[in-house]
């Protein structure tokens, strides 16, 4: 091999040593499973599950590391991600011997790892029913929410008539949390499906009316002042001029109503929906089935992370000049 290729190699090739940590802390985690034995006491002590999944987090984790080798963009955003998922894997060790080896929690509430798991083999078929439905519920009430929310704060924000008469419903309604309307909200719509999207939207509607109208009179009035000068009318001015330099302000508001109608949800599949991970985890907490429980938690947690960063990933397509200015 001549130095020409060795030194071309050599300089694609590099370590760092944090894309190590990963399969250390997965691996750690790997041999407290199977070296240390379930305690005597603990119910379906011979699952295997929570060591079917660390084989294979630490399988990707060696692949990573390895591609983290040529690859610089890998290799940089996995180091920087590598005492975390190093110490995720430390906090599974710790929590594994708490519940399965050592049976200091009471496993009532406190269930091991691998029985968790083992919820997404025998219930995948309902849970994957429920994720369903609890995802069209939230579009529909986001984008009732939104479209109402949008207008509303353009009527306050553009026009001093509509402000007037307005804003005042929205200083008074807006704050009440959405759960305050399920009785009401009963009553109104004849299907709990209904009164769910009400719930959902009225509170989306309150974040995106007051950021959308927060926006708009942000707007520089010199920016108004140059395109009258140009001849343009009042309603060019309010969709070429304000509602674009308000996105920013909009996009927020989505944000902050995308949180919010997650807890909305779950309070909205708890009070007549027969389906939806809300009403699976409470369905399951009064069976005192802990397991799903921790596992409906677990599908929330990643159903709302994914749906926020792809809502944000839409942010920086939009709005490129502001890219980085919200990190998620």
């Given amino acids: 091999m001549s130095d020409k290729l060795k030194g071309e190699i050599s300089r694609k090739l590099y370590f760092d040593y944090r894309t190590l940590v990963p399969s250390i802390g997965l691996l750690i985690a790997l041999l407290t499973e199977i070296l240390i034995p379930n305690h005597k ?3 379906y002590r011979d699952l295997t599950n929570l060591r079917s999944v660390l084989l294979a987090a630490l399988s990707i984790s060696l692949l990573l590391c390895l591609l983290s080798l040529i690859i610089k963009r890998v290799r940089n955003r996995y180091a920087y991600q590598g005492w975390f998922i190093g ?3 430390i906090f599974i060790t710790f929590i594994n011997i708490l519940t399965a080896k050592a049976h200091i929690l009471p496993q009532l509430y406190f269930p091991t790892l691998s029985r968790i798991f083992n919820v997404y083999i025998e219930d995948r078929s309902f849970l994957l029913t429920c994720i369903v439905s609890s995802f069209t519920l939230l579009i529909e009430g986001l984008l009732v929410g939104t479209i109402l929310g949008v207008i509303t704060g353009i009527l306050v924000g553009w026009s001093k008539s509509w402000s007037y008469w307005i804003y005042p419903v929205i200083r008074i309604l807006g704050p009440i949390p959405s759960s305050t309307w399920i009785p009401l909200a009963l009553i ?3 299907a709990p499906k209904g009164a769910a999207i009400f719930l959902i939207a009225f509170g989306v509607w309150f974040q995106i009316t007051i950021l959308t109208s927060s926006g708009i009179q942000a707007t520089k009035k010199s920016y ?9 009318s009042n309603l060019q001015n309010l ?3 304000a509602i674009p330099d308000a996105l ?3 996009f927020l508001g989505f944000f902050n109503a995308t949180c919010s109608s997650f807890v909305a949800l779950m309070a909205a599949e708890m009070m007549g929906v027969k389906s939806g991970l809300g009403w699976y985890i409470n369905w399951q907490k009064e069976m ?3 397991p799903n429980v921790y596992a409906g938690l677990i599908i929330i947690a990643g159903f709302c992370y994914l749906f926020i960063t792809l809502q944000f990933k839409v942010r920086d397509k939009f709005l490129k000049w502001q890219k980085g200015v919200i990190k998620w």
């Fill in 239 to 241: 969709f070429f001029i």
């Fill in 224 to 232: 108004f002042e140059v395109s009258s000068t140009l001849g343009a």
């Fill in 248 to 250: 920013p302000s909009i």
């Fill in 288 to 290: 005192i089935a802990y």
């Fill in 87 to 89: 110490g995720t894997g």
């Fill in 41 to 43: 006491d603990i119910k």
């Fill in 188 to 190: 109104i719509f004849s």
